[in-house]
C-alpha cells in the first residue's frame, strides 16, 4: 500500500455525504444572526452594504479618490433621460464580439468604499481586481484580487468562483442576459422581477432601477444594455449629477433617489456615463452623511481559458 | 457577482468587528463545507449542532482574528475540530458500527443503508476500524489533512499546533492506516 493510497483510500470513505442544504443550515444561521444582531451598533451603512451584496455583481471600479458630486450648473448639458438614451445608442455602436457559452468573460474591476466624516469605515476599503466569468457559467469563473496600490501590503486573493443552484438565482450569466427579451415591456418586468430580490415589496420603478444596477454591474451583451438604459430612461425620479474621480475623469451621472438607506436614510444610486461618448463606466451609491460605495468594470475581452496558474487554486464557496 | 464573494474572508471578518451581522456572509460561504465534513464524522444531526456551535464561538472570537490570513477555513475548522471532541464516543461508535456491518447507523432508510453496504467493499470496513482505533488527536489531523484537504501548515493553524506536530501525528495515523490497509486484499470481499 503505498504513500498516495492510504489518503486516497480515505478521501473516498464516506464521500458520498452530500453537502447540506440552505434548509439544514437554516437553524444556524438563523442562531448566528440573532447573536449577531445583539451585538449590533447604532447602525451606520449596513442597509447599504447589504443591498449593495445583493446588487452585486456591480461592485468594479473607480480609481481610487475622492468623488465630488455636485448638481450641474445651468444650463443642463441634458436630462436625465437623454443622457440614457445617448447611453443606449452609444451601447449597439461600440463593436464587440459575442462570445461563445464556452468562453470567459475577462474583466477588470475596482471597487471603493468610502465613509464620511466621523462615520467608521466597514470597508472594504479598496477592491482591484480580475474576473474571468464563464460565459453560461458551464465552468468555474476565477477571481484575482490585487493588492491595490493605495494599500500594498494587503494580501492577494483568488478564488475559483462556483456557481451552487440549490443558494437559489443568482446574478444571471451572460447567456441567460443574452437571451432575454429586449422588448420593452417583457424587459421591464425581468429587471423588476430581479430587483425584488434587493429592494423586495417595493414599487416597480424601484425594483427596476435595482434590477438594471444589478444586471448591469457586469458585462451585459449590448442589444440588452442599450434596452435597460431606455427602460431606465422612463423611471420616475431620475435625475443627472456630475461625478469626477481622481484621475480628472468627469463622467455625467444618472442618480436615483430613495430613502433606502439605514433607517430611512436618504441614498442616491448613480450610473455613471462617459462625458462624451456616454459609454457606462461604473456607478456609485452614495448616503450622504455615510458614505459611499463606487464601482466600475473595464476593458472586458473574451477569452478561452482560464489563466495557467488558476489550476492551482482552490475551489470554494458559492456564487 | 454578490459584492459578498468579491472580499477575502479576513474582510469580511474585519467588517463583522463594526457590522457584526456580515458575519452571516463567513457563513453562507464556508457553513455548507464545515457541516459537509462534520457530518462525515458524526453524522448529519451532530453536525446540525458543531455547526451552530462553531460559528457562534468564531463569532465570539472574531475580534482575535488574524487578518494577515485571508482564508478563514481552516480557523472555523480548529473550532469544528474542538466541538467534534464532544462527540469522541459517538464518532467512534459509529465508524465501529460500519466496521461490522457496512452500515453507519445514523443511514436513513433501507435504500441508503443497501447501498452503503454495497460500498463497505473490503477495503473501507477495515478503513472506518482504522479510524476508531485511532488516538482522537491523531485522527483530528488526518481527517483535516484527507477530508477537509487542509495543507499541513493550515492544521497547524486550525490547531494551533507546531507544524512539526502536524507531521508527527499524522505520521503516526497513517502508520496505523496503512497497516490495516496492507493487511487487506482490496480483491476479496470482507466478510465479517
Known amino acids: 500500500m503505498n504513500e498516495r493510497t492510504d489518503l486516497a483510500e480515505l478521501r473516498d470513505l464516506f464521500a458520498d455525504q452530500p453537502h447540506p442544504t440552505a434548509e439544514r443550515l437554516a437553524p444556524a444561521r438563523t442562531a448566528l444572526l440573532a447573536e449577531a444582531r445583539t451585538k449590533r451598533r447604532p447602525r451606520i451603512r449596513r442597509a447599504v452594504l447589504r443591498r449593495m451584496s445583493l446588487a452585486g455583481g456591480l461592485v468594479t471600479a473607480m480609481a481610487a479618490g475622492v468623488i465630488a458630486v455636485q448638481t450641474f450648473g445651468s444650463p443642463a448639458p441634458a436630462s436625465a433621460a437623454e443622457v440614457l438614451r445617448l447611453a443606449a445608442e452609444a451601447a449597439t455602436a461600440t463593436p464587440w464580439p459575442e462570445p461563445r457559452d464556452d468562453q470567459y468573460l475577462h474583466y477588470e474591476r475596482i471597487a471603493e468604499t468610502r465613509s464620511e466624516n466621523g462615520v467608521l469605515n466597514v470597508g472594504p476599503r479598496h477592491i482591484t481586481g480580475e474576473i474571468w466569468m464563464s460565459v453560461d457559467a458551464s465552468r468555474p469563473g476565477l477571481l484575482w484580487h490585487k493588492p491595490s496600490t493605495s494599500r500594498p501590503q494587503d494580501p492577494e486573493y483568488k478564488e475559483l468562483l462556483t456557481r451552487c443552484p440549490e443558494r437559489g438565482p443568482g446574478r444571471p450569466t451572460y447567456a441567460e442576459i443574452r437571451a432575454w427579451p429586449t422588448d420593452q415591456e417583457q424587459l421591464r418586468h425581468k429587471l423588476a422581477e430581479r430587483g425584488d430580490q434587493m429592494v423586495p415589496g417595493k414599487d416597480t420603478a424601484t425594483r427596476t432601477w435595482y434590477g438594471a444596477l444589478n444586471i448591469l454591474g457586469a458585462p451585459v451583451p449590448p442589444e440588452q444594455q442599450a434596452a435597460i438604459f431606455t427602460i431606465a430612461s422612463t423611471l420616475p425620479g431620475i435625475e443627472t449629477e456630475e461625478l469626477k474621480d481622481t484621475t480628472g475623469r468627469s463622467g455625467i451621472a444618472v442618480t436615483r433617489v430613495d430613502n433606502l438607506g439605514p433607517g430611512g436614510a436618504v441614498s442616491r444610486e448613480s450610473l455613471i456615463f462617459d462625458k462624451s461618448s456616454y459609454v457606462l463606466l461604473g456607478g456609485q451609491e452614495s448616503v450622504p452623511g455615510y458614505g459611499r460605495e463606487l464601482w466600475s468594470i473595464s476593458r472586458p475581452q473574451l477569452t478561452d481559458v482560464l489563466p495557467a496558474w488558476s489550476k492551482s487554486v482552490k475551489r470554494k464557496g458559492c456564487v | ?192
Open chain 2, 1 to 192: 457577482m454578490p459584492l459578498s464573494t468579491t472580499l477575502s474572508d479576513a474582510d469580511l471578518i474585519e467588517r463583522s468587528w463594526r457590522d457584526p451581522e456580515d458575519f452571516a456572509l463567513l457563513f453562507d460561504r464556508h457553513a455548507g463545507h464545515i457541516h459537509r465534513y462534520v457530518a462525515r464524522r458524526l453524522g448529519d444531526d451532530a453536525a446540525d449542532d458543531v455547526v451552530s456551535e462553531t460559528f457562534l464561538a468564531a463569532f465570539r472570537q472574531r475580534r482575535d482574528y488574524d487578518t494577515a490570513r485571508p482564508e478563514a477555513l481552516p480557523w472555523l475548522y480548529g473550532f469544528a475540530t474542538n466541538f467534534i471532541r464532544r462527540h469522541r464516543r459517538a464518532e467512534t461508535h459509529r465508524y465501529k458500527a460500519y466496521a461490522k456491518v457496512g452500515v453507519l447507523p445514523d443511514a436513513g432508510d433501507a435504500a441508503e443503508q443497501a447501498l452503503q453496504r454495497a460500498s463497505a467493499h473490503a477495503v473501507r470496513r477495515p478503513l472506518a476500524q482504522a479510524l476508531a482505533s485511532l488516538k482522537s488527536r491523531d485522527r483530528d489531523v488526518l481527517l483535516l489533512v484527507a477530508w477537509a484537504d487542509l495543507t499541513y501548515e493550515e492544521v497547524a493553524n486550525a490547531l494551533s499546533i507546531p507544524i512539526g506536530t502536524v507531521r508527527s501525528r499524522l505520521n503516526r495515523a497513517r502508520t496505523i492506516v496503512r497497516d490495516v490497509l496492507g493487511s487487506t486484499d482490496p480483491t476479496t470481499e470482507h466478510t465479517s
